[in-house]
């Protein structure tokens, strides 16, 4: 995970990664809040007892 330091040349966290992941985990939390009614919706559907 070192698409920071190879598109922009530049290593905010040492070349460990953190920043990338940080970054990664801040876009899925703001898509599952930004999704969240129909991702409950979704799984009440799939997992509604027949």
Do not use: C, N
């Amino acid at each position: 995970m070192d698409f920071i330091e190879s598109w922009f040349g530049i290593s905010p966290d040492g070349g460990d990664g953190s920043t990338e992941d940080l970054y990664i985990l801040a876009v899925v939390a703001i898509l599952a809040l930004a999704f969240h009614k129909r991702i409950v919706q979704f799984a009440r559907g799939f997992f509604a007892r027949k």
